[in-house]
């Protein structure tokens, strides 16, 4: 997947200004697709080039005019073409596994409290993604469309967090007996 399918994503669901989609990735598709604010102005002037957005400039008070980019037809077939492609099962690339792997080759102790930073700041995401689902799914069996593609996405999330937190429990305890 590239950055500009998550943008034509978004911008399938509300147009926005580049500093509205960043803030959008902040706040949520950035949790599975980060992206800084420059790359998103990046892609959205080459979005804008291939005919895939239609910026629309709205004048400000004070301030330069802003753009409020819309998908365009050209989006929304490159958006077609890109979901009706195969996606390559994700691979785990994750720096935290190979300094486990060599922990004994260095200080065994330096690597538990890796572990430990990296458990908490998965248990912080996890009640981030609990509290988004508590405040935007309250009521998860009603939902239908837009609506429940949203929350299955979310509960990936949750599940990913759920499993890494337990995963950092289970190293952790073991490094602990390993190394009292």
Same mark, same amino acid.
């Given at each position: 997947?590239?950055?500009?399918?998550?943008?034509?994503?978004?911008?399938?669901?509300?147009?926005?200004?580049?500093?509205?989609?960043?803030?959008?990735?902040?706040?949520?598709?950035?949790?599975?697709?980060?992206?800084?604010?420059?790359?998103?102005?990046?892609?959205?002037?080459?979005?804008?080039?291939?005919?895939?957005?239609?910026?629309?400039e709205i004048a400000q008070d004070g301030?330069?005019?802003?753009?409020?980019?819309?998908?365009?037809?050209?989006?929304?077939?490159?958006?077609?073409?890109?979901?009706?492609?195969?996606?390559?099962?994700?691979?785990?690339?994750?720096?935290?596994?190979? !300094?486990?792997? +060599?922990?004994?080759?260095? =200080?065994?102790?330096?690597? @538990?409290?890796?572990?430990?930073?990296? %458990? /908490? $700041?998965?248990?912080?995401?996890?009640?981030?993604?609990?509290?988004?689902?508590?405040?935007?799914?309250? !009521?998860?069996? +009603?939902?239908?469309?837009? =609506?429940?593609?949203?929350? @299955?996405?979310?509960?990936?999330?949750? %599940? /990913? $967090?759920?499993?890494?937190?337990?995963?950092?429990?289970?190293?952790?305890?073991?490094?602990?007996?390993?190394?009292?």
């Amino acid at each position: 997947m590239a950055l500009e399918h998550a943008i034509l994503v978004s911008l399938t669901e509300r147009a926005g200004s580049g500093y509205e989609l960043a803030r959008r990735f902040d706040r949520s598709i950035g949790y599975f697709w980060p992206a800084t604010h420059q790359q998103i102005y990046r892609v959205l002037r080459r979005m804008d080039d291939a005919g895939w957005v239609r910026p629309t400039e709205i004048a400000q008070d004070g301030r330069p005019d802003k753009k409020v980019y819309r998908i365009a037809a050209a989006g929304r077939a490159e958006l077609t073409r890109w979901l009706a492609a195969p996606e390559d099962p994700a691979v785990l690339r994750d720096g935290l596994g190979v !300094k486990l792997r +060599g922990a004994s080759l260095g =200080d065994a102790g330096v690597v @538990l409290r890796e572990v430990e930073r990296h %458990r /908490a $700041e998965h248990a912080m995401r996890h009640e981030v993604y609990r509290g988004i689902q508590k405040r935007d799914f309250p !009521k998860p069996a +009603g939902l239908h469309g837009r =609506d429940l593609h949203q929350y @299955l996405v979310l509960r990936g999330g949750i %599940r /990913a $967090e759920e499993s890494f937190v337990a995963w950092c429990d289970e190293v952790i305890d073991a490094l602990r007996k390993d190394h009292p």
